[in-house]
């Protein structure tokens, strides 16, 4: 046990130097902005989504640099489940989010940082490629209802199922969509389309409103996760000496 907690001992480092990232975050906005109150929800909504995208950035960062699958799953577990209690103590102090509501986000954020920490896993044996293509990745995912408007205008052009298609493969691609479906319920400020920013960000939310349900966001998440791990585990990437 000493030497399984001393192994862990940089991975607590990091979940802590993680925490006190995402509590500044959202303690920062409470101090410096007069108009915080009125838009108290939002930012927690703004907040969730900097959650999912700082704690997959750590994970990946942790993993790419592991030297086994016991370092990096330890390692990406503290990560998942500090930001997962913070999560659940801010929330229910702030009485922004109910018991069921943490649950559903952190399964998402279980699933989501675990598909891109596989991904580092699968290029371990070179750390910095791990690092760069797992957060690059992440990083065009994440704002897909942006980034990825183009393709929904490309995909309109066929036929109208298979623009509807595209907006939902859109919807799924970012974890943030998924989140906000989970915490509707307590936060009816979560429905994306009705954000006037998002009019000006996206104007896919004008024609056709995105939703993605979290459970099948979470287990399709899982899946990929668990698929990417199976071919890292079996076939690593080798770079050409």
Not at 52 to 77: C, I, K, N, P, Q
Request: aromatic share 14%; net charge positive.
């Amino acid at each position: 046990m000493p030497g399984r907690f001393l192994n862990l001992r940089p991975a607590l480092f990091a979940a802590g130097a993680l925490t006190v990232a995402l509590l500044l975050l959202f303690l920062l906005p409470r101090f410096l902005l007069p108009y915080w109150p009125a838009l108290a929800t939002k930012f927690f909504l703004g907040w969730i989504a900097m959650l999912l995208l700082l704690t997959t950035v750590a994970s990946v960062l942790w993993v790419a640099r592991s030297e086994s699958f016991a370092d990096a799953f330890w390692g990406y577990a503290v990560l998942v489940d500090s930001a997962g209690v913070l999560l659940l103590l801010l929330g229910l102090i702030t009485g922004f989010l109910g018991l069921r509501d943490v649950f559903r986000l952190y399964l998402l954020l279980l699933t989501w940082v675990g598909v891109w920490s596989a991904v580092a896993y699968l290029f371990r044996r070179r750390p910095p490629l791990a690092a760069m293509l797992a957060m690059t990745f992440s990083a065009i995912f994440f704002a897909a209802p942006i980034v990825a408007l183009p393709l929904a205008r490309v995909s309109s052009r066929y036929s109208p199922a298979c623009r509807d298609h595209t907006l939902e493969l859109i919807a799924y691609a970012t974890p943030v969509l998924p989140a906000f479906d989970a915490v509707k319920s307590s936060l009816p400020a979560a429905h994306w389309p009705e954000w006037p920013v998002m009019y000006r960000m996206s104007d896919i939310s004008q024609e056709l409103g995105l939703r993605a349900r979290w459970h099948k966001a979470a287990l399709g998440y899982g899946l990929a996760a668990l698929v990417v791990l199976a071919v890292g585990s079996l076939h690593p990437f080798r770079p050409k000496e």
